[in-house]
Every structure is written in C-alpha cells, then in structure tokens.
C-alpha cells in the first residue's frame, strides 16, 4: 500500500488478469478430475460389459455344442429305425398335441413306425426339392451349393405394385409371393392396409458385401478368428442368411404424410404376425420380448439375437403344426426326426399327414416318393438335415 499527503492509506487494486488466470486453472483441474473420474467409470463399465458378453458368448457355445449331440443323436435314431411291421413289440400310447388357434382346435398325433397308406409312387428331381421351402438355413446349416434361384419373381411387378416395396428388386420365389399375397389380400378385407415389403431375396454377393463390409467396421478392435467371431453376431455369414433362400422377406408399415408406428407394436402388424400361419407364412426369429411378450425367445435355438420382423414361407401344413406347437424352424424339424409320421386335425377333420423321410445321399439327380391317393395337394422338400419332408394335404 501507499501513504499520500494527508495520510490516506490506499490499497492496491487486485490484478484481473491473475484472478482470471487462477479461475482457469482451478476449471480446469476441475475438468481433469471429471475426466479422469469418468474415464475410470467407463472403464468399470466396459470391463463389466465385456465380461458379460463373454458369459453369454460361452453359454451360447455351450448350447452350440449340446444342440450338435442333440442332432447327431437324432440322426443316428432315425437312421437305425426299426421295421414297421416288426413282430415282439409292445405296443406304447403315443402321444398326442392340441391347441386352439383362432376360431379352431388343432390336434397332432404321432402315427409312430406307421407308413402312409393307399399311396403311389411320385418322382421328383433334387431341384425340385431344394425348391420345397422346407431347407433349413442358419449359422450353422448353408445354401446348398446348386440352389436355383431362376424362378424367383419381383414382388413389386407381378402384384402390379398393389404390394408396396422398397425397390423393384425386392424378389421371392412364386410359392412365397402367392402367400404374402393372400395375406396381404386378407389383411385388407380385415381393415388392415399399407404393408411394405423392404426386402426379399438377398444374394450371396450382397451378403459378402455386408458382412466384408461389417468385418472392416471391427477391424480396428478386432483380427483374424475372433474378428470374423464378432461379425457373424451382427450379420450372418455369407451363404448362412435366411434372405438367401428366397423364401423369407423382412416387413415394415409405410403411408404417404403419416406415422404407422412400429411393425409389431401396431394393430397392422399385429393383425399380420397372428394370422401369417394361416397362409404357410411363419415368423421367423423370435426373441425375447419380441414380437410380442407372449411369444417364447427362439434364440437358444436360432442363434439370432437381432429384432427382425423377417418371415419365412415353409407351407400352410408346416405352418400350422409350428404354431399350434409354437415351434421355430430349428425346432420343427427336430420335432420331425423324432417323430417323423404326424397327423394334422382340425377341429377333428384330418387336414394334413406329414411324413419325413431319411435320405442318405441327397446329391442324386431324381427321388422317389410317396403320394397319397386321397391328397387334394402335396409339398415335398429337403429339410436341410438328412431328410425329405411330404406333406399331403385333405
């Protein structure tokens, strides 16, 4: 301080310049400490995460491997069947499933080593079997090397558009399109409109593309196995897409200047996912949750995980029996190895027999099968996993 002539003490003025500088300073040890406190949490919080997802990655492995033995047991049964006319066998109750489904009672019985009666014998080529819509594709069953895909037909085009689409490369084979038109056709008597089609059939290149293209994504955390490994969980692998058979098609709502909301939250969708089983038309992945809380998590059996209104056309028999016994694709055709004679009632009217087939080599160029004489209809298909599936129709 200073003294001047009449003896007034006068402090000096503080520097706001250094206040300034020391404000700053402490800000930013503040932001520093933030940081750091929120760099350790994050850490925490990642740590956690990685080790939970490799939790689920290891019980996912461990169902992997348990449902291979599943098979591979299933297989061997089916292989080493016994004659059906073998004498010194005691006779066992055979069981029996049934389940009300919209305004009817669906039964199943297991015809146990029965065989079809009054039938004749029908030849079929393996095209027309890979064509069946019974080929089971997922992670860990792939498109056959010689499927066809020269019969798939534009959705868009051969509804003349009355189908909404995405594009006009939105494709399905003529089996699958029929159904998701009679469908759709249904919906609209029922008051239900404006379903769009966002994709259909996908090629190989293009799911190549994607899953390359999701590999280089994941290239800066990951490498080498592990690297194609955490891929695979967001896109499947080229050659193991459902896209790929040409039979399956993902959904979505869409009308000029309004918001429909989402697919499965909304009456459409709704309307859509409950009655798609009336048309051979089956949803494909369910997951815990989704399509709805009522429906049982198909993961464990699917390997999908993902939130896909994606639907797969397998057949109005296959359909029914997977719904009346909430069935995914996977588990349907286990069902079949391990019962391969059913019969499908309705409302105590038999309306299907459903028989399966072992086949030993599949890479012959015709098959014989047998058709019954009193069918009104017949589907027949490979199923991906040893066997031809029949389906007579009443």
Same mark, same amino acid.
């Given at each position: ?98 389940? /009300? ?17 009054? /039938? ?87 799911? /190549? ?158 098959? /014989? ?26």
């Amino acid at each position: 301080m200073r003294i001047n002539s009449n003896d007034s003490v006068h402090k000096f003025k503080k520097d706001p310049y250094r206040i300034l500088l020391r404000v700053t300073a402490i800000l930013a040890a503040a932001v520093v400490l933030c940081y750091g406190a929120y760099y350790l949490c994050n850490q925490a919080i990642g740590k956690d995460i990685v080790a939970k997802r490799n939790m689920i990655d290891q019980q996912n492995e461990q169902a992997e491997i348990q449902y291979n033995a599943d098979l591979n047991e299933r297989r061997n049964s089916q292989n080493a069947f016994s004659d059906p006319m073998g004498e010194g066998e005691e006779a066992v109750d055979l069981p029996v499933w049934e389940r /009300t489904l919209a305004e009817g009672t669906w039964r199943v019985e297991d015809m146990g080593k029965l065989v079809p009666e009054n /039938t004749r014998d029908v030849t079929l080529s393996r095209g027309d079997l890979l064509l069946g819509g019974m080929v089971l594709i997922n992670p860990w069953h792939s498109v056959p090397g010689d499927y066809n895909y020269d019969s798939l037909i534009s959705v868009g085009s051969t509804s003349g558009y009355k189908i909404q689409v995405d594009s006009s490369s939105v494709k399905l084979f003529p089996a699958a399109y029929e159904a998701l038109n009679n469908l759709i056709t249904e919906a609209e008597s029922a008051g239900y409109d404006s379903y769009l089609v966002r994709e259909g059939y996908r090629s190989n290149a293009e799911q /190549t593309e994607m899953f390359e293209n999701k590999m280089a994504d994941l290239s800066d955390k990951y490498s080498g196995d592990i690297l194609i490994a955490q891929a695979k969980k967001e896109v499947n692998y080229p050659g193991t897409s459902e896209y790929e058979t040409g039979f399956a098609f993902r959904m979505d709502l869409y009308k000029s200047g309004e918001n429909l909301g989402k697919f499965s939250e909304s009456d459409r969708g709704k309307w859509f996912i409950e009655n798609a089983w009336k048309h051979g038309i089956i949803f494909r992945f369910p997951v815990d949750g989704f399509p709805n809380p009522s429906w049982e998590s198909k993961t464990y059996k699917t390997g999908i995980t993902s939130r896909m209104n994606l639907f797969r056309y397998v057949g109005k028999p296959h359909a029914a029996v997977m719904r009346a016994m909430d069935y995914c694709l996977e588990e349907y055709v286990e069902f079949l190895m391990d019962h391969p004679y059913i019969r499908v009632y309705e409302d105590g009217s038999l309306r299907y027999e459903i028989y399966r087939i072992p086949c030993e080599d599949e890479f012959q160029d015709s098959f /014989t099968v047998p058709m019954t004489n009193t069918a009104v209809g017949f589907q027949a298909s490979f199923d991906n996993m040893g066997g031809i599936v029949l389906a007579y129709i009443y």
